[in-house]
Nanobody, 125 residues
Framework: QVQLVESGGGLVQAGGSLRLSCAASGRTFSTIAMGWFRQAPGKEREFVAAVSRIAGSTYYEDSVKGRFAISRDNAKNTVSLQMNNLKPEDTAVYYC??????????????????WGRGTQVTVSS
């Protein structure tokens, strides 16, 4: 089992920045990758970014590429999402997720086994 806890959400004006963190505990050594998804009110959960645990390969949704950066610190069992130039459409609950599935597909939520409870990000115009 893997437990995930997100932090760092909050209120920010458009153009501002936030850094989200995800702390993992439990059997973190079994994970293939970590990712971030988000869900806005009335909308389906969507992929944001992911990073593989060993190689550190990164993947981004087109709408956030160039603005967001995902990173991982395996020694601390943490994953971060640096969000720059935030836009109102980035407003959502952001969820940290972990996968131990093979094959793992970065953008597919169904291939992630563990989920945090989310942290709210609100971007005002």
């Amino acid at each position: 089992q893997v437990q995930l806890v997100e932090s760092g959400g909050g209120l920010v004006q458009a153009g501002g920045s936030l850094r989200l963190s995800c702390a993992a505990s439990g059997r973190t050594f079994s994970t293939i990758a970590m990712g971030w998804f988000r869900q806005a009110p009335g909308k389906e959960r969507e992929f944001v970014a992911a990073v593989s645990r060993i190689a550190g390969s990164t993947y981004y949704e087109d709408s956030v590429k160039g603005r967001f950066a995902i990173s991982r610190d395996n020694a601390k069992n943490t994953v971060s999402l640096q969000m720059n130039n935030l836009k109102p459409e980035d407003t959502a609950v952001y969820y940290c997720a972990a996968s131990d599935a093979v094959p793992w597909i970065a953008t597919m939520s169904d291939t992630y086994n563990y989920w945090g409870r989310g942290t709210q990000v609100t971007v005002s115009s």
